[in-house]
């Protein structure tokens, strides 16, 4: 169910953006949120569909307090693109999914006060990923909502995005339902381009090595043609 929270009677009101706050505590969590986010913006590029990362959602009109910096979340059937901040009122959706990259640290915050708003709020998925193992053995735990409550995710499937998720070291692996391919992270995605270029570049040698040696072959008949009329035998042009 949705919050609903009153709305303030100011006209003006700020909504920042920033709050100077770093975006992740360890360079494992840094990395595990860029490759979360660059992973869904690529798989969900010609959706009407939205990746925003560590960027303030704002939940209640005239309330700039109220806001939280999700680390990674999904908005299915809004405009594609960035944006400063996220506002529901003015966008009409709630996140649908929501990836929370947790530690020690941050564990009392990220198990009780974010995951009771985004209950709260009806965000269908909320997941929690440990990438250093400090406090969810398993490294990830998720939620999905049923009714108003969330409940346990035990399958390791993401229903909103139809992908199922995998732990690979200090990041999450991602995996098509329809066809069990693996979403490339851009470590992957370059090396694989790279290995495309190489296979167009061979490719394209070994068809100009095949010219080369038919233009040879012709040339080695021409100079047989000519040496057999040296001789004063007319070769036979004719199909065999």
């Given amino acids: 169910m949705t919050a609903i929270l009153p709305v303030a009677n100011q006209t003006e009101i700020f909504y920042p953006s920033a709050d100077g706050e770093p975006v992740a505590e360890t360079f494992d969590h840094l990395y595990a949120l860029l490759t979360t986010l660059e992973v ?8 009407q569909a939205t990746v925003l990362a560590d960027q303030f959602l704002y939940y209640s009109q005239g309330f ?3 806001r939280v910096a999700p680390d990674v979340m999904v908005i299915f059937d ?12 003015e966008e009409g959706q709630v996140p649908r999914v929501i990836f929370e990259m947790t530690s020690a640290g941050t564990q ?5 006060f974010k995951k ?5 709020l009806g965000v269908k998925e909320y997941w929690l990923f440990d990438p250093k193992g400090e406090w969810i ?8 909502l049923r009714g108003e409550i969330y409940e346990s995710i035990t399958d390791s499937r993401s229903e909103p995005l139809q992908l199922r998720l995998q732990i690979e070291g200090r990041i999450i692996g991602f ?9 490339l992270i851009p470590d992957e995605l370059a090396a694989a381009l790279q290995q495309e270029v190489v296979a167009r570049q061979q490719a394209e040698e070994q068809v100009e090595q095949e010219r080369q040696r038919a233009e040879q072959a012709e040339a080695q008949v021409e100079q047989l043609k000519a040496k057999l009329r ?3 035998v007319e070769p036979n042009t004719k199909d065999n």
């Fill in 137 to 144: 053995e398993e490294k990830l735990r998720g939620y999905r």
């Fill in 108 to 112: 009392d915050k990220d198990q009780v």
């Fill in 64 to 66: 700039p307090k109220l």
């Fill in 175 to 183: 995996y098509r339902e329809d066809n069990g391919e693996k979403l």
């Fill in 230 to 232: 040296e001789l004063g």
């Fill in 78 to 89: 809004v405009a594609p693109g960035g944006r400063d901040n996220y506002k529901l009122w």
């Fill in 40 to 47: 869904l913006k690529q798989y969900l590029a010609n959706r």
């Fill in 116 to 120: 009771t708003l985004y209950e709260q």
